[in-house]
């Protein structure tokens, strides 16, 4: 009768809620000025209210009043809701109003569209999504989004981000959760501190409210925003999960968790081909060469299809259905990849991450996180091995910029783990870059390369063996030297060498009317092939801090000869710049009358910088460009 009563309420008040809504005053003249300023978006009224019912009953409301100010601001009117087997949707309305507050549009539940919520690239998945493609006809106008779904998941607890990133206010914003029932659970605030939110917290319930907060001017080169602004994680110690029973207090039970109820017994082959890989490593005692074999194996045999099913798309296929079918998704592949190595005697642990934007899984919030799943391979040094298994091109224990460098959870039979992968930083991502150079006297250029890159630079240059010739023509023509009018790719050789992790490339390359020439006088740049031209936006009142998010370092090294009939009479003094930020050295070395060499350092280190310190980075770079931009003039040899 309690349990009747309560939903009889909240029912009522989210009637009357509604009943409300629609008296608003929606014109764009009632809202405050200071909410206008540097904002594309202001969202007038977001509400959400969730009703934990019991481990397998949660009702989640959601109501969205967001006046977009220009075409930048759409991305925060989007109209949508996802679903699937073990969520109906209730309630879904929109209306649209223009800049007056009168109402243009309204679409029931019926006029949206429905359809998968993952692309062409997914083999199969229950996840659906209801939604409107609005097309506005001016601006402003303002978006009033609610929806009402139930679901018996409760893994999942949508989390509060009241401030969804830059050029966006925020009029209020208000985050409800009732737990009538006292279901254990616990819950972190992170960058409350220095916003107007109000809290309520108990064991049965949970209340945040944002209200005029101005919006925050994006700056470049800062941290993320969701490093900045606040948001709220909220889990439940016991749940479900399409309709498996978890429960959890700290990330070491959350880790046999899932190894108990998501992984158990799907790591079983078939004996044929448990036969066929000890069969490869027969010869083979070293653990981490068996693992490259393997990998290896494993890379020829299969390939990428997302699939999102299994409880809750985190259960991954079965190892022995990758093995029949040759496909599956980050989970399918990893699982069936640490199957393969345990048939031939090598450790390997499932491991979640957040893959793409550099994110850390939170090791502080034991929750249901990440967005991929990779591979490791403990060692006894420490120096841990890790695999990423969607990919046929990678080398072995190489990640890229795609996970490197961040928090995991790593999944083993005694629970989780937290751990970080390999980071690339500074010098570890280096480009030499080798040359000889023969300007000639009509001012054309001549040159052989010789280019090799590690670390990240790999990571951003590996690829190139994949496309068409005429495709990495362009490449070099329209974006590595576009600086270089009249260029031409003569020749090119690309040298992938997955066992070192490095790319080379052999070119030979020609550039018209390069230089300059008057009279006498032959002008050219000396930097032709790496010009660092990058010079960070000025801001009169920086506010955030300074981020250098990929620390690098570029060593260039030139033999330049000097056009027929001209001689070498001097050369420019050595430069050097030495910053927290990094270094930058060039040198000038003559080896006889028409040759000299040309060397270049340039280190750029990765780091979190205060505000204050983001004008003496700007001076830095300014510097370099400057420098990368010398030009020499030399003088023709009139004497006969």
Known sequence: MRKLIYSLLITSVFFVFQMQSQAIDYSVFTIPKDLKENANAVVRDNSIEIIIEDLDKMIVRKRKVVTVLNKIGNVDAKIGESYDNDTKITELTAYIYNGFGKEIKKYKERDFSDVSAVDGGTLYSDARVKYVDYTPISYPYTLVFESEYKTSTTGFIPWWYPVNGYHISVQKSSYTIQNPNAIPWHFKRTNFKNFNIKSAESETAIQYILENQKAFVYERNTIAYRDLLPKALIALDNFKLKGVEGAYTNWK????????????????????????????????????????????????????????????????????????????????????????????????????????????????????????????????????????????????????????DRNVLVVTPEGGIIKKTTSYKDETNLQTLKGEIQLLDNGDLQANLKRSSKGLQYDDKFYLETISKEELIKNYKSNVWDYNNNLEIESVVLKNDKENVVFEEDLEVSIKNYATINENEFLFRVNVFNRDNYIPKRYRNRKLPLQISTGYKDADFYKIKLPKGYNLIALPDAKELKTKFGYYQVKFTKLDETTFKYEKAVVIKEGVYPKEDYKAYRSFRRSIAKHENLRIAITKNLTK
């Open 253 to 404: 039970d959350f880790g046999k968790w899932m190894h108990e109820k998501l992984l158990l017994g799907r790591d079983e082959l078939d004996e044929a081909t448990v036969a066929a890989v000890q069969a490869l490593v027969k010869d083979v005692q070293d653990p981490i060469e068996k693992a490259k074999i393997v990998y290896k194996f494993m890379q020829e045999k299969t390939r990428y299809i997302s699939v999102q099913v299994g409880i809750g798309g985190w259960e991954p296929i079965a190892a022995n259905t990758v093995d029949a079918v040759g496909y599956g998704d980050c989970k399918g592949l990893t699982n069936y990849t640490k199957a393969l190595l345990e048939a031939v005697g090598v450790t390997a642990y499932y491991t979640v991450v957040y893959a793409d934007e550099k994110r850390d899984i939170d090791k502080e919030f034991s929750s249901i996180q990440g967005n991929h799943v990779i591979l490791n391979l403990p060692n006894k040094d420490g120096n841990d091995i890790w695999l990423e298994c969607t990919s046929q091109t990678t080398p072995f224990g190489f990640l890229g910029s795609f996970t490197h």
